[in-house]
């Protein structure tokens, strides 16, 4: 009951969903979903909060509803994060080998990273991840470990992930606040392409795009690595936005259009056809032109797609998506999303399944969970190289499982 | 001082005009930038070893109802002597303060003089503070309105905005010590950037295409750090510049020009750092950019920029032909608005008709000729809806919490 080092939760405080799911390493190490809990988000917009109380509730809701599936105590989470703020970008560190008989150890491999992390980052923030790519000896490339060689100068390619600390740090106060440990913050996108990418696609060169309500994360996988990230504050809030602007309607009933009769691509054969909505307390009953609606979507979606495709070109990572596109988020479930990917990338794009995990039930595989089940997969992934996650101070810890035992026995 | 680079040295005239104009002459004399030719025209000597052009006395009284011809018969006796000066001269700063008679009158005189020759002719001014009473600041204007017209470009430095710089309790005569200090190290920035050997040189015909397509108004702004973050800190100082209106100026700028000046000690990485975030600043900007090494420096870095003010200049009306203007001025051009419907198109006849119905129907000649060319005011509300009070998010120059739709003119019809 202390000590429940499989139970794995991941939380993501999104701008339409505040959603918790619990994982659990079954004896073989395999991980499974046993519990998901959400609750509609009120106090995010664009991914980062504006209110804290109501935050603080909807979270407390998704956790107790997720504890309440699982049927465990959830004492410590995975945090997802995402907004404007966050930032990828790549950058070489140097660090000359010292030692006399110029064999590279451990110690310089640390020192390497360190030095590839340490500039250009503002003072105000925080640096989320630092994700090595390959390394280089005395300017030789592609070396994936290169403890045990020699060489007179060791270079590293990190891709860091960075935000502003105090915007990070309202999440995490949220979730100490209500008594869960934080174990690990991570970027949305990252956790959402662990959860969609198999071996094999990150090894080809993948891009994951979560479609998310507030913003829109975005990462590359290329070679098994994470080589690109980004974040665009632009999400299916703004979609119905533009619809609430468009057609003049209020933000409720532009939502519910959305989802009832929104599509990706402008249909010839919408054209000319409109929609009744009924009048309801306050709000008259109104017909709506449907052709409309789909081409302020498509506008929309369209400039997205197009807004990341740049950045990808400006980063130069466009020739290595050989494994497609995946797109997630609930935004993924608008239909003919990956139509309109595919006609602005030009390369194959589906709706991500959460592959990685065993067992999932069905129900849960739903492109909106990708990211918070990639965060579970992150913690997996962090527990199995971290052996001991302990809540108590170690010898503490201890003298409790014996007391436990015994009392047990 | 640097050594001047003689094979890309260029003859830089600097003529001060008025009484402004020669205090600031005087302080770019004490600062002895080599290779820089100074004068001042004016009614009273100077003192400075620089060349002095008199003028006979003050002629004009006042400045609203002289004309150009009145000016010019002023400036006769002088000519000979200021074209003799200007001969060879491949850039003419002109240096002055608006609002008084002799800078706001001659100014434009002189460029039109400089211009002649085919020098390169920018005007360098300062135009009074509010508190200096309206009839100067009109003066000012209309000084500022000819400058324009005759020189290819004018750096304007609006007293005004200078009040935003310095403390409260400053002294009048400190702030005008600041007023020119600003200017002359905006001239100092400039000179350096034609002078020093550079790192990265502004080729000089770029410098005067940029300055001569705009034919706007420019601003500038100089930032200067030292340390370690000398970078990141010069940047932040330019972004939040009040000349600059805290950097919004950057953003809406057609073109900038970007002078970086370093000790031997500036490194390539550094001015690219520098200029990136710059060039994020100012999207859609056409930037120059130029890096210069000064030795003594040392561990200073100082950044000039020149920044083209969003709109471009109206075209000159002359007095007495509003009428013509009227029919055949050119639209001011702005982008069509998302939710007026154009007007509808008129033929050159109906035109005619509908300008002959004006001037003499109802018997009532309306002889206000400027109520004619009312402009219309940016009329474009629109609204971001639930993110209004959000921070935008800005790509490209675009506010993306705009619905797309608007942004790209969709009508719905």
């Not at chain 1, 998704?62 to 950058?91: C, D, K, P, T, W």
């Not at chain 2, 639930?386 to 009508?411: A, C, H």
């Amino acid at each position: 009951m202390f000590n429940q080092p499989s139970v794995i939760v991941g939380l993501e405080i999104g701008t339409s969903k505040v959603c918790a799911v619990v994982g659990e390493r079954n004896a073989e190490g395999a991980l499974n979903i046993i519990g998901v809990g959400q609750a509609k988000s009120r106090g995010v917009r664009k991914g980062e909060i504006t209110d804290a109380t109501a935050v603080e509730e909807d979270v407390r809701n998704a956790i107790v509803e997720a504890e309440q599936m699982a049927n465990v105590e959830i004492r410590s989470v995975y945090l997802g994060v995402s907004g404007a703020h966050i930032r990828g970008f790549s950058n070489r560190g140097v660090h000359p080998v010292v030692s006399a008989d110029r064999e590279i150890t451990a110690e310089d491999v640390q020192d390497v990273v360190k030095n590839a992390k340490a500039v250009n980052v503002p003072q105000e923030n925080h640096i989320l991840h630092a994700i090595r790519q390959h390394f280089l000896v005395d300017g030789q490339d592609r070396i994936i470990n290169p403890v045990g060689m020699l060489g007179a100068r060791l270079e590293v390619d990190v891709h860091v992930i960075h935000g502003n600390f105090n915007r990070l740090q309202n999440a995490i106060r949220i979730v100490k606040g209500m008594q869960l440990e934080v174990e690990d913050v991570v970027f949305n996108g990252l956790a959402a392409s662990l959860a969609l990418l198999t071996k094999e696609q990150k090894e080809l060169g993948s891009l994951v795009i979560d479609l998310g309500g507030g913003t829109t994360d975005y990462a590359v996988s290329a070679g098994g690595i994470i080589q690109h990230t980004g974040v665009l504050a632009v999400g299916g809030d703004h979609v119905t936005n533009d619809l609430a602007i468009g057609l003049k309607i209020a933000l409720g009933r532009a939502e519910g259009l959305k989802l009832e009769h929104g599509a990706a691509l402008p249909d010839a054969a919408a054209r000319g056809q409109t929609i009744t909505i009924p009048g309801e307390v306050g709000l008259p009953a109104k017909t709506l032109n449907l052709d409309h609606l789909r081409r302020i979507m498509h506008l929309r979606l369209e400039e997205i797609f197009n807004l990341i495709g740049q950045d990808l070109e400006r980063a130069d990572m466009l020739g290595h998506l050989r494994g497609g596109i995946f797109l997630c988020g609930g935004g993924a479930h608008i239909p003919g999303i990956a139509k309109l990917a595919q006609d602005i990338f030009g390369l194959h794009v589906s709706v991500g399944k959460t592959n990685t995990i065993s067992s999932l039930k069905s129900a849960l595989d739903q492109p909106e969970f990708a990211a918070p089940i990639g965060l579970v997969k992150f913690g997996s992934l962090r527990a199995r190289q971290r052996p001991k996650p302990s809540l108590l101070p170690f010898e503490l810890g201890k003298t409790f499982d014996r007391l436990f035992s015994r009392i047990g026995a | 001082m640097s050594t001047p680079n003689e094979t890309s040295a260029r003859n830089i005239n600097i003529i001060g005009v008025g009484g402004a104009g020669q205090n600031l002459v005087a302080q770019l004399v004490a600062l002895a930038l080599p290779g820089l030719r100074c004068a001042v025209l004016n009614t009273a000597a100077p003192t400075g070893p620089m060349e002095f052009i008199p003028l006979a006395a003050k002629p004009v009284r006042d400045l609203e109802v002289a004309d150009g011809a009145q000016v010019d018969a002023a400036l006769a006796p002088a000519q000979p002597q200021l074209q003799a000066w200007l001969a060879g001269a491949d850039v003419v700063f002109i240096v002055a303060g608006l609002g008084g008679k002799t800078g706001s009158a001659f100014a434009p005189a002189v460029a039109r003089l400089a211009k002649a020759t085919g020098a390169l002719t920018l005007g360098f001014v300062t135009t009074p503070f509010a508190c200096e009473a309206s009839r100067r600041a009109r003066q000012a204007e209309q000084g500022l309105v000819r400058l324009r017209a005759e020189a290819d470009g004018v750096i304007a430095l609006p007293n005004e905005k200078i009040v935003r710089l310095i403390d409260e309790n400053t002294s009048l005569l400190d702030t005008f010590k600041i007023s020119n200090e600003l200017l002359t190290a905006g001239l100092a920035g400039v000179w350096r950037l034609l002078h020093c050997p550079g790192l990265i040189p502004i080729h000089f015909d770029d410098l005067r295409e940029l300055i001569r397509s705009g034919k706007a108004e420019n601003v500038f702004a100089t930032a200067e750090a030292a340390g370690p973050n000398r970078g990141r800190e010069v940047v932040e100082q330019l972004v939040a510049h009040p000349l600059l209106d805290g950097g919004r100026a950057l953003g809406a700028a057609p073109a900038a020009l970007v002078s970086i000046v370093g000790g031997p000690g500036l490194s390539l990485a550094e001015v690219n750092r520098v200029m990136e975030q710059l060039n994020r600043q100012c999207e859609g900007a056409q930037v120059l950019m130029g890096a210069a090494i000064d030795e003594t420096f040392k561990d200073r870095l100082a950044v000039t920029m020149i920044v083209a003010r969003g709109e471009v200049a109206k075209p000159v009306a002359p007095v007495g032909e509003l009428d013509t203007q009227f029919l055949h001025a050119a639209e001011p051009v702005r982008p069509p608005s998302r939710f007026v419907p154009p007007p509808p198109a008129l033929s050159p006849e109906k035109i005619e008709q509908l300008a002959a119905r004006r001037m003499t129907g109802g018997g009532r000649t309306r002889k206000s000729g400027p109520k004619m060319t009312q402009e219309q005011l940016p009329l474009e509300i629109v609204s971001k809806g639930r993110f209004d009070k959000s921070e935008p998010t800005v790509r490209n120059g675009e506010d993306l919490d705009q619905p797309t739709f608007i942004r790209r003119g969709m009508v719905l019809n």
